[in-house]
């Protein structure tokens, strides 16, 4: 409710002002450079099926089964799509993907021929979303992988139509961020271990309305959506304090397991408000 009532307001004072902002006498009025900022709130999809993977042995091929000494599937109670609050998969032992608040710096060029405006705009921030996944061993033990942004850039195009002060546009371009991961258990006898690269290139994509108020300022509405690849993150398990007989290194070829998502892309949706001074 406090989410819809924000963009509710700036919703209604782009309308309100737009009839006003017609009088500016300005014939390009989104020509030229900009120094802004972007914020509102992210929402994640629901990444349905999402699981944990693994190689035995640690010899770069995912997919094995974990098994037990008797050679049962060691995760037979099986994944959730969250973050695990227990150490087994109950009705509501698992709470749902981490939406949050986003907030943005942004500086930009325009230039303006007519109704078509035509520019590029680079933007730095970082969002509070949190994305996790968990498996659940026999034992009975949890192992949650989570990840979220430590911060976010990207630099895009933009186009779009502005019939007088007001400007309807798309925005498209690359992504850089810098992916901070996070592992927990509840076992406490194996070892655990992360490695991986953390910044990853991705897409940042959507749309938005801009609504210009006097000569140098302008606010709007901006939908984005963002996707990085991130497959390249890892959690190794070895032997600890545990049995030599543990699921993770017996039969393994080796002293080893690793472990990496199944859902190899981390993606989410962004709504935000934003301003701009325009010199």
Not at 29 to 38: C, E, K, L, M, W
Not at 137 to 160: C, D, F, H, L, Q
């Amino acid at each position: 409710m406090r989410t819809t009532l924000i963009f509710g307001a700036v919703a209604a004072t782009l309308f309100a002002t737009a009839a006003q902002a017609q009088d500016m006498t300005d014939e390009t009025p989104f020509s030229g450079i900009y120094i802004g900022a972007a914020g509102g709130y992210d929402v994640q999809p629901n990444d349905v099926g999402s699981s944990i993977l693994f190689d035995r042995g640690s010899n770069g091929s995912f997919g094995d089964t974990v098994s037990t000494a008797a050679g049962a599937n060691a995760f037979s109670p099986g994944f959730c799509n969250g973050r695990a609050v227990g150490a087994t998969p109950l009705p509501g032992g698992c709470r749902n993907d981490k939406d949050g608040w986003s907030y943005y710096g942004r500086i930009g060029l325009d230039a303006q021929r007519g109704n078509i405006v035509i520019g590029a705009l680079g933007e730095f921030g970082k969002t509070e979303i949190t994305d996790s996944v968990s498996g659940f061993s026999t034992t009975p033990a949890n192992y949650v992988m989570t990840r979220e942004v430590k911060w976010e850039a990207s630099v895009r195009g933009r186009i779009g139509y502005a019939p007088g002060t007001t400007l309807f546009y798309g925005t498209f371009g690359p992504g850089y961020a810098n992916i901070d991961r996070s592992f927990t258990s509840t076992n406490t006898a194996n070892s655990f271990a992360q490695f991986g690269k953390r910044k990853q290139f991705g897409i940042v994509g959507g749309g938005g309305v801009e609504q210009k108020l006097g000569k140098n300022f302008s606010i709007g509405l901006e939908y984005t959506y963002h996707q990085y690849q991130d497959d390249d993150a890892r959690v190794r398990v070895t032997q600890g304090t545990a049995p030599a007989t543990n699921p993770f290194v017996l039969a393994a070829g080796g002293t080893s397991t690793d472990f990496r998502r199944s859902d190899d892309k981390f993606r989410w949706h962004s709504l935000r408000a934003t301003a701009a001074f325009r010199f």
